[in-house]
Nanobody, 124 residues
Framework: QVQLVESGGGLVQPRDSLRLSCVGS?????????IGWFRQAPGKGREGVSFIHPSDESTKYANSVKGRFTVSRDNAKNTVYLQMDSLRPEDTAVYYC????????????????WGQGTQVTVSS
């Protein structure tokens, strides 16, 4: 079964860091896919946070997280990471990873496979 599994979320204080992981099942090789990270806060739509390209590993970031978040991949572990530093209360959301071949990285409909999400809560 093709699956993406996110982990690493939790409750942290402002200015803390978290690293999210997105692990692919054995039926999907993440190195062949663009991987997007999205988030959805309560009462809001799902927004694109970051993206890593499959071939050249170029990256994209939403303006709201640029300079604070870093996306990377470890192909040997079939895993993509989202390092989140200097977290803010407005980063509170459920974070999802998604695999696909998007022409527009921040558009949900461009992705074929989604994980179940991991909750990130930033609060003092």
């Amino acid at each position: 079964q093709v699956q993406l599994v996110e982990s690493g979320g939790g409750l942290v204080q402002p200015r803390d860091s978290l690293r999210l992981s997105c692990v692919g099942s054995s039926e999907i090789t993440l190195a062949y896919y663009g991987i997007g990270w999205f988030r959805q806060a309560p009462g809001k739509g799902r927004e694109g946070v970051s993206f890593i390209h499959p071939s050249d590993e170029s990256t994209k970031y939403a303006n709201s997280v640029k300079g604070r978040f870093t996306v990377s991949r470890d192909n040997a572990k079939n895993t993509v990471y989202l390092q989140m530093d200097s977290l803010r209360p407005e980063d509170t959301a459920v974070y999802y990873c998604a695999a696909g071949h998007p022409t527009m990285w921040a558009i949900m409909q461009e992705y074929d496979t989604w994980g179940q999400g991991t909750q990130v809560t930033v609060s003092s």
